[in-house]
């Protein structure tokens, strides 16, 4: 039964012939994994905690940085440096006290992705990878669990519904990966600030239609929204039986490697430094955007975005070593690995963390 404080709280669902009072004991009996507390996540989580969900497991292993304020809503200033998983815990139990969280402070991986998946009813996906997509994609299909997908690229986004109810799965739609130098990343381009909370707030929406067994889910279609023209697009899809097989014990392991880190050496901080003060240093080159290299960049560094390496390569030098680094050491694993692959290179080193690790241990 609920209690007096559930019927007060959530008496506009229970007004609702379509949820009614089964309904809401329902959302109060279920658990839900969101994997990713970023933009996707918060409102994901704001409004799953809101409706009455009972569990929400938390999947994350990042901090709050100040970037992510912009879109992030469920962090502040006082938030900075804080664990993302066990701050967004903490702002839904604000929220909705009778909910229950669980934290899991870590990533998504081979080793830890079955038991994650197995203790809960309904997955939603809000990770900005396409290794983890591909990876929760498959420990779903080899669980029984639905998918609820989003991403979101610059000022568009997209949500589905994979493995419900015998409907096609991710791998049914995207069969193959993208290369690492094709994968978008938000860090590098932008994102408009509100576009994460609409597409969460649609997972949010799918999420409880497939708890409540009610309407018709995005099983089979794909919701495309623009926010510069306000349009949406449904894409209808078929379940591909040779996708839709595959899961954790067929797939090929390839497909859930960092694609950004894939054959990339690495230098620390302290190494850095130490050749920095050599008689022969490295030469440095920043793959970030310009306005984010005069806010403060390495000594002697070299700008070249990662968006016009193709223009740029050929100012690299290749017999002499190059550090390469840009805000975390995200956008130039990707660079090291499209000059790599693209064009040869052998002579790349990461600045593993990016300036934020130089900056953290330069104070």
């Known amino acids: 039964m609920l209690s007096t404080?559930?019927?007060?709280?959530?008496?506009?669902?229970?007004?609702?012939?379509?949820?009614?009072?089964?309904?809401?004991?329902?959302?109060?009996?279920?658990r839900v994994l969101v994997v990713g507390a970023g933009g996707l996540g918060c409102p994901v989580l704001q409004y799953l905690a809101a409706a009455g969900v009972g569990t929400l497991g938390i999947v994350d292993a990042d901090t709050v940085d100040i970037s992510n304020l912009q879109r992030q809503i469920l962090y502040g200033p006082a938030d900075l440096g804080r664990p993302k998983a066990e701050t967004a815990a903490q702002a839904v139990h604000r929220l909705n006290p009778l909910v229950k969280t669980e934290v899991h402070g870590c990533r998504a991986t081979l080793g830890n992705v079955r038991e994650l998946v197995?203790?809960?009813?309904?997955?939603?996906?809000?990770?900005?990878?396409?290794?983890?997509r591909y990876l929760l994609n498959d420990a779903c299909v080899s669980l029984g669990k639905p998918l609820i997908s989003g991403a979101i690229y610059k000022f568009e986004g997209q949500v589905s519904v994979f493995n419900y109810q015998?409907?096609?799965?991710?791998?049914?739609?995207?069969?193959?990966?993208?290369a690492?130098?094709?994968?978008?990343?938000?860090?590098?381009?932008?994102?408009l600030g509100v576009l994460p909370g609409l597409i969460g707030t649609a997972q949010a929406t799918e999420t409880l239609k497939v708890l409540l067994g009610m309407g018709e889910v995005l099983s089979g279609r794909l919701w495309?929204?623009?926010?510069?023209?306000?349009?949406?697009?449904?894409?209808?899809?078929?379940?591909?039986?040779e996708q839709?097989?595959?899961?954790?014990?067929?797939?090929?392991?390839?497909?859930?490697?960092?694609?950004?880190?894939?054959?990339?050496?690495?230098?620390?901080?302290?190494?850095?430094?130490?050749?920095?003060?050599?008689?022969h240093p490295p030469f440095l080159l920043d793959v970030r955007e310009p306005e984010e290299y005069l806010?403060?960049?390495?000594?002697?560094?070299?700008?070249?975005?990662?968006?016009s390496l193709h223009k740029g390569a050929g100012s690299v030098p290749r017999q002499h070593?190059?550090?390469?680094?840009?805000?975390?050491?995200?956008?130039?694993?990707?660079?090291?690995?499209?000059?790599?692959?693209?064009?040869?290179?052998?002579?790349?080193?990461?600045?593993?963390?990016?300036?934020?690790?130089?900056?953290?241990?330069?104070?």
């Open 5 to 30: 404080e559930e019927r007060q709280r959530y008496r506009r669902h229970l007004q609702l012939p379509e949820i009614g009072e089964a309904g809401q004991l329902t959302l109060k009996k279920s």
């Open 321 to 363: 070593p190059v550090v390469v680094y840009c805000r975390s050491g995200r956008r130039s694993e990707q660079a090291i690995t499209r000059l790599q692959t693209e064009f040869g290179f052998a002579n790349l080193l990461n600045l593993n963390g990016g300036i934020l690790a130089w900056q953290e241990e330069n104070v």
């Open 295 to 307: 806010a403060g960049h390495l000594p002697g560094a070299t700008l070249l975005p990662l968006g």
């Open 224 to 241: 495309l929204f623009d926010a510069l023209t306000f349009q949406t697009r449904i894409l209808k899809f078929a379940r591909r039986p």
């Open 180 to 191: 690492a130098a094709e994968a978008p990343n938000c860090e590098a381009t932008g994102v």
């Open 244 to 279: 839709a097989a595959i899961n954790l014990d067929t797939a090929n392991p390839d497909d859930y490697a960092d694609l950004c880190t894939a054959g990339v050496n690495q230098i620390s901080v302290a190494e850095l430094r130490r050749q920095l003060e050599s008689a």
């Open 118 to 132: 197995g203790r809960y009813d309904v997955v939603v996906d809000g990770s900005d990878n396409f290794p983890t």
């Open 166 to 178: 015998g409907g096609p799965t991710y791998r049914c739609l995207f069969p193959q990966s993208p």
